[in-house]
């Protein structure tokens, strides 16, 4: 008898989540667990004392026990290296192997690996330390190839309705439940369904439009989430009988001539939209197409055959309640990614994969007020609510009101009369909507609220040519103690914001904030953030590199500590050859205070998928990497350790050297050339260099005859 089962009261049952049981142990042997037939009776040999962390065990055929699952669990200081974390992986796939378990998962609580045990991977075979058997394993991959990083969170609940299940705990047992159906000895891949994922209807939508209207792709795209909206709203019940999209098809199948439906869709359903949804003080709310409705709310007519072959695509696709809640970044990616000028769409989005790690390298549980002072599509705003369960449950209504202790607030500006600087917030606050689906589903009553919850999160900007940069937060308790942004970069037409700046009486707010509109803007980040608040802020290269922004520089070592630099590769963003860095800073309680821990540094490659106009999805991550080592330096910045040739650990004195701080240049070219950066240059003796230069001097001597032939013929 295990004294730790017995301890626990987990000798006859496991914590029951659904039909599985959990056992949760560190001290109960495999011979242990055999001898009280919670694992299949078997001579497991050499593994008879191995003890494993914990085991999800499906007994409901108490005779024949099939473990679907084994946890691994390493201390943090035990899984920084990536020996250290290839050998506590392949520790786990012995066991699982041993035990038949179709899963395995290894976590330090901060890092978390999901793999396939049945899956050989020839990248992945090594040798059994135990038995000396050959082994292999594949990682499990989300449906974007990246390695599958969900945290596993069982509560002991011992809870076998589902349903009753918290959060995290459903979205765990869901996650199991899927590899179980989805994966296999040859696929190790869970996969995308259409149920879920409504990109390629909209995409279809999308072309239609843009090929029938030849209007620019960013205006096709809003009319797109348009109807999304509308239908989205049906769905839910929100909209009901005639204002329904149910309703608007009847009336199509009723024969109802094209342009009296767009009719009724422009004067009733959509004027319902922005009754149940009213627009905030700045004049934005969700829904924003012009190509089927004009400004003042009439009818586009010529436009009715267009709207009923849209309304039909998104019947045929059919419920809408269970989509992906960022499929509407990847749409804004892909649609204007089409425009013809794509110089400025950095402005309008930053890219999901970026969003996820710097979301996922902030504390976002601890922060109270969460800010993207310059949001575009509100990416960094809403991304937090896919990643905390205890964010998202502070949306759900108590007693008809909304009042959630996090606060998020997004700003993006523009001109009043700038329809596409409008849209941006336009869009994000639909996005807003579609990540409280589920709140807004059991409550289709509580628009109002809904409504209002979603205008104080994003604020368009319009009364001001500064937008944010006139925002101050005057006491510290109103400032944000979490920032998370990707500031616009401008060089052009700053002399003139400078000049209303000293005009509105701001200038002492932005001194020292070196060159371009970026500096401006980092300045009001040192300025807001609130003291032991944290920002994570994606900056161009100029910042870190050019004399002019020493005084930046200058500035954020008196104000914060500095915890990490992130260096990405080009093309990060969309068609966009500028370098970029992510800089993740702690404002300090007092500037006083000096730093005496080291900084984190990656030279980062690859986000996950191909930086060119198809943005395919790939596997390797080098962001994915950034991100978990980060967290994991987070726990113990003195002591942390890595053997990944792309982390270096600076001491904070480095930094003293005002050329230091663009870090690449940490690496050597040698160094560069081992992580595939730079190229090898070729040697030559001086012979071989001989020949070179004559074999040069001789195409040189042939084209000059050439040139001279083509003169005399003329």
């Known amino acids: ?26 001290s109960t042997t495999l011979n242990q667990y055999k001898q009280l037939k919670i694992i299949p009776h078997k001579n497991y040999g050499k593994y008879d004392t191995r003890k494993p962390d914990g085991l999800l065990i499906d007994r409901r055929d108490k005779t024949n026990p099939k473990v679907i699952l084994v946890l691994e669990y390493k201390k943090p200081q035990d899984f920084q290296k990536d020996s250290q974390k290839k050998y506590a992986i392949e520790q786990c796939n012995d066991i699982c192997q041993v035990l038949d378990a179709k899963i395995g998962i290894i976590t330090d609580g901060i890092v978390t690996y999901w793999i396939n045990p049945n899956h050989i991977d020839k990248k992945n075979e090594y040798e059994d330390r135990t038995t000396k058997v050959k082994r292999s394993y594949s990682f499990i991959l989300s449906d ?47 996969k995308p369904t259409e149920k879920t994922d409504p990109s390629g209807l909209a995409r279809s939508v999308w072309q239609s439009i843009y090929i029938s209207t030849k209007d620019n792709p960013t205006a096709c795209l809003y009319n797109v989430v348009e109807i999304f909206i509308f239908k989205f709203l049906s769905d839910l019940g929100v909209l009901e009988r005639d204002f329904s999209f149910n309703h608007i098809v009847k009336m199509y199948s009723d024969g109802y001539p094209n342009k009296e439906v767009l009719e009724h869709y422009a004067t009733k359903c959509r004027k319902k939209i922005k009754e149940l949804f009213k627009e905030g003080d700045d004049g934005t709310g969700i829904i924003n197409g012009t190509i089927f409705v004009n400004k003042d709310g009439t009818p586009v007519l010529s436009q009715a055959t267009l709207f009923k072959d849209t309304i039909e695509k998104y019947e045929k696709f059919g419920d809408l309640r269970n989509i992906k809640k960022e499929f509407k970044t990847k749409l804004f990616e892909t649609f204007l990614k089409q425009s013809k000028d794509k110089s400025k769409l950095g402005q309008f989005f930053t890219p999901r994969k970026v969003v996820n790690a710097m979301v996922e390298m902030a504390d976002i549980d601890k922060a109270q007020f969460i800010c993207d002072p310059f949001c575009g599509v509100g990416g960094f705003v809403l991304e937090p609510f896919q990643r905390s369960s205890n964010l998202k449950n502070q949306y759900s209504p108590k007693n008809g009101r909304i009042n959630p ?77 979490l920032i998370l942004t990707n500031p616009p970069y401008i060089t052009s037409g700053v002399a003139t914001i400078r000049k209303q700046i000293n005009e509105e009486g701001l200038g002492d707010f932005y001194t020292n904030s070196g060159q371009g509109v970026q500096g401006l803007c980092l300045k009001w980040i040192l300025s807001n953030l609130k003291k032991g608040g944290s920002a994570f802020i994606i900056l161009p290269d100029s910042v870190f590199q050019i004399d002019v922004n020493k005084v ?71 962001l994915f990497k950034a991100k978990n080592l980060f967290n994991q330096y987070k726990g113990s910045p003195d002591s942390f350790e890595t053997d990944d040739p792309r982390c270096k650990i600076q001491p904070i004195k480095n930094f003293d050297d005002d050329s230091f701080w663009n870090i690449d240049k940490s690496w050597s070219h040698e160094e560069r050339i081992v992580l595939g950066i730079d190229e090898k240059i070729p040697i030559m003796t001086i012979g071989e260099f001989a020949d070179k230069v004559a074999e040069f001097r001789i195409k040189i001597i042939e084209a000059e005859d050439k040139l001279r032939e083509l003169n005399e013929d003329n």
């Not at 017995?6 to 142990?25: A, D, M, V």
């Not at 963003?573 to 370098?579: H, M, Q, V």
């Not at 702690?586 to 930086?611: M, N, R």
């Open 552 to 622: 930046l520089r200058d500035e954020i070592k008196k104000y914060c500590f500095i915890n990490c630099i992130i260096s990405l590769p080009l093309k990060t963003f969309f068609n966009t050859p500028k370098k970029t860095f992510i800089l993740g800073i702690t404002k300090k309680a007092d500037e006083s205070q000096k730093q005496d821990f080291p900084v984190f540094t990656y030279l980062v490659s690859s986000i996950g998928e191909s930086l060119n106009v198809n943005r395919f999805e790939e596997e390797d991550n080098d």
């Open 1 to 26: 008898m295990s004294e730790e089962l017995n301890q626990r009261g987990l000798s006859k049952n496991g914590i029951f989540i659904g039909e599985y049981e959990f056992f949760p142990t560190h």
């Open 144 to 190: 974007d190839q990246q390695k599958l990083s969900k945290k596993f969170l069982f509560k002991e609940s011992n809870q076998k309705d589902v349903t009753k299940l918290d959060e995290d705990a459903k979205e765990t047992y869901q996650i199991i439940e899927r590899i179980l159906e989805e994966t296999n000895t040859s696929n190790s891949r869970l």
């Open 405 to 481: 202790k996090t606060k998020l607030i997004g700003y993006d500006s523009g001109r009043e009369d700038n329809d596409e600087q409008r849209r941006t917030i336009i869009l994000a606050k639909a996005n807003m909507l579609i990540y409280l689906s589920d709140v807004v589903e059991k409550n289709p009553s509580l628009n109002k609220e809904f409504s209002r919850i979603i205008n104080n999160t994003f604020h368009f900007l319009s009364d001001s040519n500064l937008g944010t940069l006139k925002i101050m937060f005057e006491e510290e308790e109103d400032k944000p103690d």
